[in-house]
């Protein structure tokens, strides 16, 4: 803790970072956007950002615009093939590195199904402690806290085939939370989840991150991105857009071309104006109906 | 017209026997576009299959323009009347060429040759994918949402006139989405009855004109949209939702602004509450 | 609809029998097995059943649920019952029919070969329906452990049996939906010879092995993120420590196998 603010090292640091598949290998398929994307085109094309301690980043972006490849470099899963990518202040190019910054950088993917070692929730927990070489007793104590965390406790000892889509995917989370890491990153963890799924994460990971966690989420559901405390939009590899959600979401061209969507509130605005409805173009549901309010009353 | 004519479904399980359907009824009338919402356990799937004769009902019967598909010659020509596309049916791409793949269901209806290339043709056409283009190409070198229409295709097909989509949507980004959404309107408008399980109530909103929720394997709630997403307090009850644009009048609504019910989409959303505005203006005005 | 295959069938319980170790659990089975085949009379067999039927009252798991658990072996039961009644052709005759001769011999024999599979298939229930697979692996893999520096790989093949055990659920849901998709595009599946039969199924194959080749890529994404680096320098969540009741337990089982030995 006292080292964050003695030395403020960013949790994450991507400089100007490329990446190209190489020919003939087709993007690991994920489970629902199973992307091959065309040899030699850049999946990362000169992408910089930092994370600093506690921030909430959402990285949005269409199927296919390289948000994963970017998700899968931050712990060392894949490697820059130019620039650099410093995780907790380690280079993520040096494989005797790989090790530690998977231990700082826990990383939730979209399939729960495909994340999961055994068949009993509170074993697979304590897979990444076993990895870490916790002690015993510390084990037992982190897988506690962690499932606690996801408010899965009551589920220690079932089998995860039994449990919903939802259900699942806080267990992975709580497998990486047991390891203690510095920054919880989440590719799409929404996307094979039904509604009510999808909320129970949005809620575990803000409560994380208010926690102090810090949070890098993958999504393009705007819903969880409007949680997020700066949006970043890629596309094609690149760094289109950053900033404030609200400020992120004006650019709603911009975002459309890349295929993304607008959030409702923001539509509603755009459509009342076109209605001759004199109200701000960039609000959020609260702030709309605040305004109508106001104009209803004076009407 | 598809009927459910009291029809349950109940299996076993080493916890003893379990009811994912409990007794509907439920008539489909040609034309329809039927929006079935509900978690995940609901029954959503086990309705699905019943319908188009992957499973035998436990109790009741389901009937095809008259015909009860028990009947081993009645669901031996089912799939030519209805198509069923599972969850990502791009699961079930097995081909090494789209056209191939989607040659699939023509050729087990033991169409002839030239036929089943018009098929294909016209499947594809449907799905906006270029012949051109995909005909020749390996399944597994689409991108997501290719890869996803390739597979609608392989479901249409046999021009079946009925067709089931369980969550059609799943895991595409939003331009996938809406592109697949306008395909499948498109579908209902040439006079094609489509069912739809989604959790997107906005989706179901849009294209629907009949909603169907079930819960714990009971269907609580059928009617239209409006009629549906009007109990918006008791979708909220079984933790399911109503469309951002019912939700956001609701809230409007209940901090004293004055609205219609039964808004549903975006532009009659805003529709009323210009017209409220300038209704309140008018009579102040007066 | 959850594939609800019960691998092991396991009852959870507390209980002594579930409380014991693995490796306990694991040297008894072997033990009871012995005694099965060394008692060479009812006598001795009637030993074994009575401590069987005591380890059954420990373990606090429902008859009814052990006779679920024996149901689907229960066909092989039947073989010695029936290849023994009827076959027998020595000893003295008790029952003729035509062809049909029963003889006290062959009666004997039968009882005895049913007792004594019957024992065989409880010992082995009455382990999987006390123990987790999970436990299963995890003890087997401790007791290869010896042989780890033999080259043994015994993390990583307690490892693969874990995954294994969890995969194939899920494997067997992926197929049924597989085939049920290309089923409802007309394919039919249940007729023709046997190359007919098999060439149906490649609709079927393909898509499970693509899907298969993506879910081991993703675990291995996942797994490796989770640190996963081999068997070395890993803690275990479950320690094994053997306590008191695992000696009594390996203790009573030695005296059952000596009185078997010398006794009976």
Same mark, same amino acid.
């Given at each position: 803790?006292?080292?964050?603010?003695?030395?403020?090292?960013?949790?994450?640091?991507?400089?100007? =970072?490329?990446?190209?598949?190489?020919?003939?290998?087709?993007?690991?398929?994920?489970?629902?956007?199973?992307?091959? $994307?065309?040899?030699?085109?850049?999946?990362?094309?000169?992408?910089?950002?930092?994370?600093?301690?506690?921030?909430?980043?959402?990285?949005?972006?269409?199927?296919?615009?390289?948000?994963?490849?970017?998700?899968?470099?931050?712990?060392?899963?894949?490697?820059?093939?130019?620039?650099?990518?410093?995780?907790?202040?380690?280079?993520?190019?040096?494989?005797?590195?790989?090790?530690?910054?998977?231990?700082?950088?826990?990383?939730?993917?979209?399939?729960?199904?495909?994340?999961?070692?055994?068949?009993?929730?509170?074993?697979? =927990?304590?897979?990444?402690?076993?990895?870490?070489?916790?002690?015993?007793?510390? $084990?037992?104590?982190?897988?506690?806290?962690?499932?606690?965390?996801?408010?899965?406790?009551?589920?220690?000892?079932?089998?995860?085939?039994?449990?919903?889509?939802?259900?699942?995917?806080?267990?992975?989370?709580?497998?990486?939370?047991?390891?203690?890491?510095?920054?919880?990153?989440?590719?799409?963890?929404?996307?094979?989840?039904?509604?009510?799924?999808?909320?129970?994460?949005?809620?575990?990971?803000?409560?994380?991150?208010?926690?102090?966690?810090?949070?890098?989420?993958?999504?393009?559901?705007?819903?969880?991105?409007?949680?997020?405390?700066? =949006?970043? =939009?890629?596309?094609?590899?690149?760094?289109?857009?950053?900033?404030?959600?609200?400020?992120?979401?004006?650019?709603?061209?911009?975002?459309?071309?890349?295929?993304?969507?607008?959030?409702?509130?923001?539509?509603?605005?755009?459509?009342?104006?076109?209605?001759? $409805?004199?109200?701000?173009?960039?609000?959020?549901?609260?702030?709309?109906?605040?305004?109508?309010?106001?104009?209803?009353?004076?009407? | 017209?598809?009927?459910?004519?009291?029809?349950?479904?109940?299996?076993?399980?080493?916890?003893?026997?379990?009811?994912?359907?409990?007794?509907?009824?439920?008539?489909?009338?040609?034309?329809?576009?039927?929006?079935?919402?509900?978690?995940?356990?609901?029954?959503?799937?086990?309705?699905?299959?019943?319908?188009?004769?992957?499973?035998?009902?436990?109790?009741?019967?389901?009937?095809?323009?008259?015909?009860?598909?028990?009947?081993?010659?009645?669901?031996?020509?089912?799939? %030519?009347?209805?198509?069923?596309?599972?969850?990502?049916?791009?699961?079930?791409?097995?081909?090494? &060429?789209?056209?191939?793949?989607?040659?699939?269901?023509?050729?087990?209806?033991?169409?002839?040759? &030239?036929?089943?290339?018009?098929?294909?043709?016209?499947?594809?056409?449907?799905?906006?994918?270029?012949?051109?283009?995909?005909?020749?190409?390996?399944?597994?070198?689409?991108?997501?949402?290719?890869?996803?229409?390739?597979?609608?295709?392989?479901?249409?097909?046999?021009?079946?006139?009925?067709?089931?989509?369980?969550?059609?949507?799943?895991?595409?980004?939003?331009?996938?989405?809406?592109?697949?959404?306008?395909?499948?309107?498109?579908?209902?408008?040439?006079?094609?009855?489509?069912?739809?399980?989604?959790?997107?109530?906005?989706?179901?909103?849009?294209?629907?004109?009949?909603?169907?929720?079930?819960?714990?394997?009971?269907?609580?709630?059928?009617? &239209?949209?409006?009629?549906?997403?009007?109990?918006?307090?008791?979708?909220?009850?079984?933790?399911?939702?109503?469309?951002?644009?019912?939700?956001?009048?609701?809230?409007?609504?209940?901090?004293?602004?004055? %609205?219609?019910?039964?808004?549903?989409?975006?532009?009659?959303?805003?529709?009323?509450?210009?017209?409220?505005?300038?209704?309140?203006?008018?009579?102040?005005?007066? | 609809?959850?594939?609800?295959?019960?691998?092991?069938?396991?009852?959870?319980?507390?209980?002594?029998?579930?409380?014991?170790?693995?490796?306990?659990? @694991?040297?008894?089975?072997?033990?009871?097995?012995?005694?099965?085949?060394?008692?060479?009379?009812?006598?001795?067999?009637?030993?074994?059943?009575?401590? /069987?039927?005591?380890?059954?009252?420990?373990?606090?798991? #429902?008859?009814?649920?052990?006779?679920?658990?024996?149901?689907?072996?229960?066909?092989?039961?039947?073989? #010695?019952?029936?290849?023994?009644?009827?076959?027998? +052709?020595?000893?003295?005759?008790?029952? +003729?029919?035509?062809?049909?001769?029963?003889?006290?011999?062959?009666?004997?024999?039968?009882?005895?070969?049913?007792?004594?599979?019957?024992?065989?298939?409880?010992?082995?229930?009455?382990?999987?329906?006390?123990?987790?697979?999970?436990?299963?692996?995890?003890?087997?893999?401790?007791?290869?452990?010896?042989?780890? +520096?033999?080259?043994?790989?015994?993390?990583?093949?307690?490892?693969?049996?874990?995954?294994?055990?969890?995969?194939?659920?899920?494997?067997?849901?992926?197929?049924?939906?597989?085939?049920?998709?290309?089923?409802?595009?007309?394919?039919?599946?249940?007729?023709?010879? /046997?190359?007919? +039969?098999?060439?149906?199924?490649?609709?079927?194959?393909? #898509? @499970?092995?693509?899907?298969?080749?993506?879910?081991?890529?993703?675990?291995?994404?996942?797994?490796?993120?989770?640190?996963?680096?081999?068997?070395?320098?890993?803690?275990?969540?479950?320690?094994?420590?053997?306590?008191?009741?695992?000696?009594?337990?390996?203790? /009573?089982?030695?005296?059952? @196998?000596?009185?078997?030995?010398?006794?009976?």
């Amino acid at each position: 803790m006292e080292d964050a603010e003695v030395s403020p090292v960013p949790i994450v640091e991507f400089d100007i =970072v490329n990446y190209v598949y190489p020919a003939h290998a087709t993007v690991p398929q994920t489970a629902t956007s199973a992307d091959a $994307i065309p040899a030699q085109q850049a999946a990362l094309d000169a992408i910089s950002f930092t994370v600093e301690p506690g921030e909430f980043l959402a990285v949005i972006g269409a199927n296919g615009s390289g948000k994963s490849t970017l998700a899968k470099h931050i712990n060392a899963l894949l490697k820059p093939q130019s620039g650099r990518v410093l995780t907790v202040g380690l280079d993520t190019s040096e494989p005797e590195l790989a090790f530690e910054i998977r231990s700082h950088a826990g990383m939730v993917f979209q399939n729960p199904d495909n994340q999961m070692v055994t068949s009993i929730v509170a074993d697979d =927990v304590a897979f990444g402690p076993e990895n870490l070489a916790v002690p015993h007793d510390e $084990i037992a104590s982190r897988v506690d806290d962690a499932l606690d965390a996801v408010k899965m406790t009551d589920f220690a000892l079932r089998n995860p085939a039994h449990l919903s889509g939802g259900q699942k995917q806080r267990i992975c989370i709580a497998g990486v939370l047991a390891m203690r890491p510095d920054v919880l990153i989440l590719d799409e963890p929404g996307a094979m989840l039904d509604a009510r799924g999808r909320r129970g994460i949005r809620r575990i990971v803000r409560e994380l991150n208010k926690g102090g966690m810090t949070v890098i989420l993958i999504t393009h559901f705007m819903e969880e991105a409007m949680l997020a405390g700066r =949006v970043l =939009v890629i596309s094609e590899g690149r760094n289109m857009l950053e900033g404030a959600p609200i400020e992120v979401f004006a650019h709603k061209e911009l975002l459309r071309a890349c295929r993304l969507d607008v959030p409702f509130s923001l539509l509603l605005a755009e459509e009342l104006c076109a209605r001759g $409805i004199k109200v701000p173009e960039l609000v959020s549901p609260k702030e709309l109906r605040e305004v109508l309010l106001c104009l209803h009353s004076k009407a | 017209m598809l009927a459910l004519e009291g029809v349950s479904y109940t299996y076993r399980s080493h916890e003893g026997d379990v009811t994912a359907l409990k007794p509907l009824d439920l008539t489909i009338e040609d034309g329809t576009f039927l929006g079935i919402i509900g978690h995940t356990g609901s029954g959503k799937s086990t309705l699905l299959q019943l319908m188009c004769g992957l499973l035998s009902p436990s109790s009741g019967r389901v009937v095809v323009d008259g015909e009860n598909i028990a009947d081993k010659r009645v669901r031996n020509r089912l799939h %030519l009347k209805i198509g069923m596309a599972f969850q990502y049916p791009e699961y079930q791409l097995f081909a090494p &060429t789209v056209a191939e793949d989607i040659a699939f269901g023509p050729r087990n209806a033991g169409l002839s040759a &030239t036929e089943v290339d018009k098929r294909v043709r016209l499947a594809m056409e449907r799905l906006r994918l270029g012949y051109e283009r995909f005909a020749h190409a390996s399944p597994f070198e689409l991108s997501g949402g290719e890869k996803r229409r390739a597979a609608l295709a392989g479901v249409i097909a046999t021009d079946p006139k009925l067709l089931i989509l369980d969550e059609p949507t799943a895991g595409l980004d939003p331009a996938g989405r809406s592109e697949l959404l306008g395909i499948i309107e498109e579908f209902n408008r040439s006079g094609m009855t489509l069912v739809m399980v989604s959790h997107s109530m906005d989706d179901i909103a849009r294209l629907a004109n009949r909603v169907l929720v079930l819960k714990d394997g009971a269907a609580v709630m059928q009617g &239209t949209p409006t009629e549906v997403f009007g109990r918006g307090d008791f979708l909220r009850s079984i933790n399911l939702g109503v469309p951002q644009a019912t939700e956001f009048a609701a809230e409007l609504r209940a901090q004293g602004f004055p %609205l219609p019910e039964g808004l549903l989409t975006l532009e009659t959303l805003a529709s009323a509450i210009a017209h409220e505005l300038e209704s309140g203006s008018v009579s102040r005005g007066i | 609809m959850a594939f609800d295959i019960a691998i092991g069938q396991y009852h959870h319980a507390e209980s002594v029998i579930h409380r014991l170790d693995v490796r306990a659990k @694991l040297t008894l089975l072997f033990g009871l097995i012995a005694t099965v085949f060394l008692a060479d009379g009812f006598i001795g067999l009637g030993v074994v059943a009575l401590f /069987v039927l005591i380890v059954i009252a420990l373990s606090r798991v #429902p008859v009814i649920t052990i006779l679920k658990a024996l149901a689907p072996v229960s066909i092989f039961l039947l073989f #010695p019952l029936l290849f023994n009644t009827f076959l027998a +052709r020595e000893g003295i005759e008790v029952f +003729r029919v035509g062809f049909i001769l029963i003889t006290e011999e062959g009666l004997y024999k039968a009882g005895f070969m049913t007792l004594r599979l019957l024992l065989l298939f409880l010992t082995a229930a009455l382990l999987t329906l006390t123990t987790s697979p999970i436990a299963l692996c995890d003890g087997m893999a401790k007791m290869l452990e010896p042989f780890e +520096r033999f080259g043994v790989p015994a993390f990583e093949i307690s490892l693969m049996a874990s995954i294994a055990l969890r995969f194939i659920p899920t494997l067997l849901e992926d197929f049924d939906r597989i085939r049920k998709a290309q089923q409802a595009r007309g394919a039919v599946f249940d007729s023709g010879g /046997v190359l007919a +039969r098999l060439r149906t199924l490649v609709p079927c194959l393909v #898509p @499970l092995f693509a899907q298969s080749f993506r879910k081991a890529e993703e675990l291995a994404n996942a797994m490796e993120s989770r640190c996963y680096h081999g068997g070395s320098n890993r803690t275990h969540y479950h320690e094994f420590r053997l306590a008191w009741r695992d000696a009594v337990a390996a203790g /009573v089982c030695l005296v059952l @196998l000596l009185v078997m030995v010398f006794f009976f």
